[in-house]
């Protein structure tokens, strides 16, 4: 279960609600490799209402605190080590988890998860776009990565037509499995 816990402002005796699962929002956004435009848009909001979340002068409300919560929360959750690759670990995560961002949109992946050529926003409602993005996403990304940007549903779903690098496809074959 995910808590929000709010944390005082250090200037004042004021609540502060910049902060999700002891993240603020700053953080949340820079794991996710955003810009506040992007998260703004992301969560279909302004980049201003972002701005001044960081900023302390306004809090998130409704379901998009609960969306941060998730975000921060993807940071934390177990994952199974499978081994290496040129000297970099295979980590993915264990068991279910919550989407942040459903297959329901149109995203820009952030530039440290998509630097290919191919760059660019990608429909998640087109399958065929979904296993692109959700193959970058599981080629380049972190196990918080993967609980943010792929839903765990639809990759069962796609799978195995996500066309992950070769020495990812056993990994993932297993983790499929078990969400499945």
Do not use: F
């Not at 700053?26 to 996710?32: G, S, T």
Request: hydrophobic share 40%.
């Amino acid at each position: 279960m995910v808590v929000d816990l709010i944390c005082h402002h250090p200037k004042s005796d004021i609540v502060d609600a910049r902060y999700h699962n002891d993240m603020a929002v700053r953080e949340i956004r820079e794991l996710m490799g955003l810009s506040q435009a992007d998260l703004a848009e992301l969560l279909g909001v302004t980049q201003p209402a972002v701005s001044a979340w960081e900023a302390g002068r306004r809090e998130p409300t409704g379901q998009v605190r609960g969306v941060l919560a998730r975000i921060a929360a993807a940071r934390n959750g177990p994952t199974r080590r499978y081994g290496e690759w040129r000297g970099r670990a295979i980590e993915l995560p264990e068991g279910g988890w919550t989407p942040v961002v459903v297959p329901d949109r149109v995203v820009t992946l952030p530039n440290r998860l998509d630097w290919t050529p191919r760059r660019g926003r990608r429909d998640l409602r087109d399958r065929e776009q979904r296993a692109g993005a959700y193959a970058q996403v599981l080629d380049e990304g972190t196990p918080a990565d993967i609980r943010i940007w792929i839903d765990p549903d639809a990759l069962a779903d796609l799978w195995p037509d996500v066309p992950v690098a070769r020495h990812l496809r056993g990994p993932v074959a297993e983790m499929v499995a078990g969400l499945r």
